[in-house]
């Protein structure tokens, strides 16, 4: 099995005690097989050169579709407040946890 960096080994029952997995021989070595190819891949991605190239928010072109923001329901603050222990003004009322 090819180690993504020479004299660094993968560490598969570290990471699943970290991440609380049970992993059998098997899946130890599928899952180190598979950071592997992810870190290599990184690795390659590391070589390309992007000097001059400007970040972007998003890879495709694309704007959002937004509708407007229009009220279309009406809100009951006495029918929603019911439940609660203490309102006042259609506020909640709690207990003042900062002094």
Do not use: C, W
């Not at 190819?37 to 991605?45: E, F, L, Q, S, V």
Request: charged share 25%; net charge negative; no cysteine.
């Amino acid at each position: 099995m090819s180690d993504p960096t020479p004299g660094n080994e993968i560490d598969i029952d570290h990471l699943a005690r970290l991440a609380r997995l049970t992993l059998g021989p098997e899946e130890k070595d599928q899952a180190r097989q598979q950071l592997a190819n992810i870190i290599a891949m990184i690795d390659t991605m590391q070589t390309v050169d992007t000097e001059g190239v400007q970040p972007m928010a998003h890879p495709l072109d694309a704007t959002q579709r937004l509708r407007t923001d229009e009220v279309t329901e009406d809100v009951d603050p006495d029918r929603f407040q019911t439940g609660a222990p203490a309102t006042a003004e259609h506020y909640y009322l709690v207990p003042r946890v900062v002094e």
